[in-house]
């Protein structure tokens, strides 16, 4: 099983018609890389708090549906966390906030992980609102003691972050406890490292998306490797980031490329073909394992 830890939220998404109208889609970066894993056909459980009102009932409802084992969630009253994104002409999204009071952020640290659990995945506004925040950062810290692997998402919401400065150190702390760091460009440029440097800081690979150029990855030994992203006509990027890291998730603890050194190329074209496909819909709406073959899009 993967776990994965994080936030689940509203998405708020633009819709042409009627004109101004907002359309409530479940979202949140940890919850899109749950659901994602679960269509994979990977078994997953979600590691988080979620609210008892109707947003939450749904989010459940959504994760429930997917497969997803719910035995990690929390459940309280607050409100359920709202984002809304802004829609460039392109699909690419940018996002404003609702969390004040909201049930998510008052995550508390679970005592033990289940047994068989493979991986641990954590990132985006669950790192940056206290209280949650610091108990995400112990149980990354707490599963990579015992030897768990893990990816780190930071996935940048820049509006959420008071003291970027802070962060930024805060983020350098947690690398020694990351054994995949994915990110985005704009995270990268955020963040204002290099993939040199945080490998040397502790992951073993970096994977960088880079929207319409594809994927890279730059590993400890010393290794790159680049995949074109798929054409597709894009409807929004909404979810496509959190569907690479479930493909990565699959692909690697799946031990893509068999017991030797793992065969990136075919893990990033894996990758591609999934995120290229959330982004032919409208909110996260991560693909099927069958409609992906090979790393490909099935016909």
């Known amino acids: 099983m993967i776990v994965v830890g994080g936030e689940a939220l509203i998405d708020l998404v633009p819709v042409e018609r009627p004109p101004g109208a907002l359309l409530p889609r479940p979202g949140g970066g940890p919850y899109n890389t749950a659901l994602a894993l679960a269509r994979l056909g990977a078994p997953v459980a979600f590691c988080s708090r979620i609210s008892t009102d109707g947003f939450g009932a749904s989010l459940l409802d959504g994760l429930r549906t997917a497969g997803v084992d719910l035995s990690l969630v929390q459940r309280g009253p607050e409100p359920t966390t709202l984002a809304v994104p802004s829609l460039a002409p392109d699909g690419s999204a940018a996002y404003g906030f609702y969390v004040e009071g909201t049930a998510d952020r008052l995550f508390r640290l679970p005592p033990a992980l289940p047994e068989g659990v493979r991986a641990l995945a954590l990132g985006t506004c669950s790192l940056v609102l206290e209280p949650g925040a610091s108990a995400y950062e112990t149980l990354l810290r707490r599963e990579a003691g015992r030897g768990l692997p893990t990816l780190l998402d930071p996935n940048i919401r820049p509006a959420l972050i008071a003291d970027p400065a802070a962060y930024r150190a805060r983020f350098l702390s947690w690398l020694?406890?990351?054994?995949v760091l994915k990110l985005s460009e704009e995270d990268a440029a955020w963040l204002g490292g290099r993939p040199?440097?945080?490998?040397?800081?502790?992951?073993?690979a970096v994977v960088l998306t880079r929207g319409a150029g594809g994927l890279t990855v730059w590993t400890r030994e010393g290794a790159e490797h680049s995949v074109p992203a798929r054409r597709v006509a894009v409807v929004d990027t909404i979810g496509a980031g959190d569907t690479v890291n479930a493909a990565l998730l699959h692909r690697l603890t799946a031990g893509a490329g068999g017991p030797g050194p793992v065969d990136w190329p075919e893990v990033l074209s894996y990758a591609a073909a999934a995120a290229a496909l959330t982004c032919t819909r409208a909110g996260a709406e991560p693909p099927y394992v069958s409609e992906l073959?090979?790393?490909r899009p099935t016909p």
């Open 293 to 295: 073959s090979g790393g």
């Open 196 to 204: 040199a440097d945080w490998l040397a800081a502790g992951p073993s």
């Open 176 to 179: 020694p406890h990351v054994g």
